[in-house]
């Protein structure tokens, strides 16, 4: 994927060189017009085109955004009743993810969600359990399916 990357940008320059003009213009056509030569010659690269790959970080991001938006108004929907009504819990989640660095980004995505911490990272029979601490778990099984059904599945959707 970095090579694509490095071939892009080289191809945007020789194109600026080759028009000899130097504006910001210039360069965006000649990213276009490589972004289409490396599309075209995509089979002959190792990785998947890369865009796939910018396209899934851009939508990683909205989705973290959009579940931070959704567990602040959960959080203070809690705060706010008269009645503290909720139920906090430990639950152990099981992942398929095995670079440490998909794990961590998973372990922090989790964390930095308001409502919800992981307390432990625990390895086992080359299977990675997060034991996360969450304020409100009426269901563990709803729980664990919200978190491998977006965040698990935009990492993977990243990294593979």
């Known amino acids: 994927m970095a090579f694509q990357i490095v071939l892009n ?5 020789v194109w600026m060189f080759l028009k000899v003009s130097y ?4 360069f965006l056509i000649g990213y276009l017009l490589g972004l289409g030569m490396i599309f075209l010659m995509r089979r002959f690269f190792p990785s998947r085109f890369y865009l796939h790959n910018v396209l899934a970080v851009i ?5 973290f955004l959009y579940e931070l938006l959704k567990a602040n108004i959960s959080v203070v929907k809690i705060v706010l009743k008269p ?9 152990a989640y099981e992942t398929e993810l095995k670079k440490d660095w998909e794990i961590t980004l998973l372990s922090n ?7 919800t911490l992981v307390v432990d990272v625990f390895e ?8 996360i601490h969450a304020i409100h778990v009426p269901d563990v099984e709803e729980a664990v399916n919200g978190i491998k059904n977006t ?9 593979r």
Do not use: Q
């Not at 940008?9 to 320059?13: D, E, P, Q, R």
């Not at 009645?83 to 639950?91: A, M, N, Q, R, S």
């Open 23 to 26: 504006d910001p213009s210039t």
């Open 109 to 115: 995505l989790i964390t930095l969600t308001p409502g």
């Open 124 to 131: 086992e029979n080359g299977k990675n359990i997060l034991y």
């Open 59 to 63: 939508y990683l991001t909205l989705l």
């Open 151 to 159: 965040f698990e599945k935009a990492i993977l959707e990243v990294s």
């Open 83 to 91: 009645k503290l009504d909720f139920h906090p819990g430990i639950f």
């Open 9 to 13: 940008l080289f191809i945007a320059f």
